[in-house]
Structure formats: structure tokens, C-alpha cells
């Protein structure tokens, strides 16, 4: 994110808002940006530390502590379906 930032900078859209290091809101946590557009509307950037797989066990994955470069496992993706809110039309 830092150097996502610097980039920015560099093409003159600095990030308006910066959460710094992380934020926790509780089940979710990350590291939150936001730039403006030339239309003036908020361009939302997230960094995701915890992600929750099975709340009521309160059950969570840290991805600070993960190797950036390594894939989550497919098991673990499948298991992040169950979250998955089916919208009738």
C-alpha cells in the first residue's frame, strides 16, 4: 500500500484518507486508502489482514502473518463460499 501511495502521489492523486498500519472493524481488518477522481469521487483501496471463515467459532485468517507471494489454499477458498448471499431477482 505504501508504495501504491507513493505512486500516487507521484501522478498528483494522493491518497485523501489513510488508515496507516491497519484498522480492525471487528470482523474484518486492513489497511484502508482512498484517492479522488477528477470528477471528485472517492476511489476505495483495501489491504485485507483478517478475514473471518466461520464467525460464530470465531474463526479467522490472518493474512499479515501469511507470505504475500503464497496463494491461499483451495479449500480455504471453497470454505469462503458458505458467506456467499444468494440475491433472488
Known amino acids: 500500500m ?3 501511495g507513493e505512486k500516487a502521489k507521484e501522478l498528483n492523486h494522493p491518497f485523501t484518507v489513510d488508515s496507516s498500519s491497519s ?3 471487528g470482523e474484518a481488518a486492513g489497511h484502508f486508502t482512498y484517492i479522488e477522481d477528477p470528477d471528485g469521487i ?13 464467525k460464530k467459532l470465531g474463526l479467522f485468517i490472518n493474512l499479515k502473518k501469511r507470505d504475500q507471494h ?9 470454505l469462503m463460499r458458505i458467506h ?6
Open 84 to 89: 456467499r448471499v444468494k440475491k433472488d431477482l
Open 70 to 78: 503464497k496463494p491461499l489454499p483451495n479449500w480455504l477458498i471453497k
Open 42 to 54: 472517492l476511489l476505495e483501496f483495501v489491504e485485507t489482514h483478517k478475514v473471518p471463515i466461520i
Open 23 to 25: 484498522f480492525d472493524m
Open 2 to 4: 505504501k508504495a501504491l
